[in-house]
């Protein structure tokens, strides 16, 4: 037991250090405080993401990476990062093999008749450079690997029909799998064609890659319509029905561009912002991912417009061929692998994903981090009465996260507040810039510019890289080693 002088001591010392740790507290509560306000003024009084996104879509149009409109959407984003006076503006140029569209054809007729009709479809991305296949059609509901197990053999050398999301049939609980898991699981069980069905009501049309690798897959993959999806099945109760698939498409390698541009901090610790500025051709992809690409360069004139110098870096990174594989955000990582004392710089990912209109944050899995976001989102919401400061923890694959993530890195994105009907055009050929308001984008680029202020110059930061075991129990946990491993991304024993 300590004398009664040294304890008494000890007490004023403990209070001394208690009341110090309070007033830090709240004096970096006050200086964030005074730049969200200045943050806040800035957005609603000269914003221009909005803008610049009705012009990239009305001037350049879709933005696939490897195509002559993907280079102009690169180069116009270099431009305007140059234009506001960010540091080190430049392009990271990499290698990928880009897949286009050319002809496509479905047809499906009754076994024993030539009365073939004809059903409207858009060939998945990836799928062989050419085909002829006719084979009978096997539902196989949700295509899950259950659902999988369920038919069996019936689906070898046959048309497996599928949905891309999940009906009522779904099991409780169950745990979707991305289109090209799916197509995966029916190469696996000797399918020969794809037909999926989706889930958007109406005659919407969907595109996006069916391949896990980004190379070409071996069967035919289409999409079909909720409503053509509906009458074939209607069609299989009454005739065991056959599916003609014809189609075409294009496969090349090309050079693809990262667009990378920083905001200088005291420190060369950085957080790094993104956004896939690529976007699928059947529209102009004003939601996936203009809405969020344009958002991180509306941050990025903001923070330079008001001559913020945080602690650590931010670096604006607008990520080139995600839609077919991840490969703008796999490049960048990859090359850092090459420089790790630069890669142990990155600290933080805040990933921009078709998060319109931004109400809270999600720690990305990373539940140690909760507290920091919900706290400094109660300052954002004190700013403006529109961020809802909900917070979550959920960790996922399929965005360009996903390549910091795997390498143990804390990552974070805006949690959305759109209407489900814009969700409903999700590579869809009704992804037009008429679906954006430009609330949507401000408010956006308002909530993140404010928590990634404060993660810059956040004194600890609200959770730290992972080591090699604690990234393959973290992806365990979340339920992604079944996923990794159909991607043949599952490196731990």
């Known amino acids: 037991m300590l004398p009664l002088r040294n304890f008494t001591l000890a007490c004023a010392c403990l209070a001394a250090t208690t009341f110090s740790s309070v007033a830090l507290q709240a004096q970096n509560a006050k200086n964030l405080e005074a730049v969200f306000q200045r943050i806040n003024t800035e957005i609603n009084t000269h914003a221009e993401g909005y803008e610049q996104l009705q012009k990239a879509t009305s001037t350049i149009g879709h933005r696939l990476s490897g195509t002559e409109n993907g280079a102009k959407a690169e180069q116009f984003v270099y431009d305007l990062l140059k234009s506001y006076g960010l540091s080190n503006v430049h392009f990271e140029s990499f290698q990928m093999k880009t897949w286009q569209r050319d002809t496509m054809d479905l047809e499906i007729v009754p076994e024993d008749s030539d009365n073939f009709e004809p059903f409207k479809a858009v060939a998945l991305a990836h799928s062989p450079i050419s085909a002829d296949v006719s084979a009978a059609i096997v539902d196989v509901g949700n295509g899950l690997a259950v659902d999988f197990e369920k038919v069996g053999t019936k689906v070898k050398g046959k048309t497996a029909l599928c949905n891309i999301g999940l009906d009522a049939s779904a099991a409780a609980g169950a745990v979707n799998l991305h289109r090209s898991e799916k197509v995966a699981l029916a190469i696996k069980s000797g399918a020969i064609a794809v037909i999926m069905v989706n889930q958007a009501p109406g005659d919407i049309l969907l595109t996006g890659t069916a391949s896990v690798t980004g190379e070409l897959i071996p069967i035919p993959a289409v999409c079909v319509s909720a409503n053509s999806g509906k009458a074939i099945r209607q069609w299989m109760k009454e005739e065991k029905l056959i599916a003609s698939v014809q189609m075409t498409n294009h496969f090349q390698t090309v050079t693809a561009r990262n667009v990378v541009a920083t905001l200088k901090g005291e420190t060369r610790e950085k957080i790094v912002v993104g956004g896939h500025l690529d976007c699928w051709d059947l529209a102009t992809g004003a939601i996936d991912n203009g809405i969020g690409s344009f958002s991180v360069l509306e941050i990025a004139r903001t923070l330079k417009a008001l001559k913020i110098k945080p602690k650590r870096s931010i670096e604006f990174v607008f990520f080139m061929g995600e839609e077919q594989g991840l490969h703008g955000s796999e490049s960048y990582v990859a ?159």
């Not at 909760?370 to 909900?390: V, W």
């Not at 917070?391 to 890195?409: C, K, N, P, R």
């Not at 959770?463 to 090699?468: D, I, W």
């Open 335 to 493: 090359a850092l692998h090459k420089r790790p004392k630069k890669l142990a710089k990155i600290k933080y990912m805040m990933n921009i994903d078709m998060a319109g209109n931004a109400i809270g944050f999600d720690a990305g899995g990373r539940d140690e981090a909760l507290k920091f976001f919900e706290t400094t989102g109660k300052l954002i919401a004190a700013t403006d009465t529109a961020f809802q400061n909900r917070v979550s923890s959920g960790a996922g694959l399929h965005s360009d996260h996903q390549a910091f993530m795997l390498e143990g890195i804390p990552t974070a994105s805006p949690i959305a507040n759109l209407p489900r009907s814009i969700y409903n055009c999700y590579h869809a050929d009704c992804d037009d810039f008429k679906l954006v308001e430009k609330k949507h984008i401000n408010n956006t680029a308002k909530f993140a510019s404010m928590m990634l202020y404060a993660l810059a110059n956040a004194k600890d930061l609200p959770a730290s890289r992972q080591t090699e075991a604690e990234i393959g129990a973290f992806l365990t946990k979340n339920k992604l080693r079944e996923k990794l491993e159909i991607h043949g991304q599952w490196r731990w024993k």
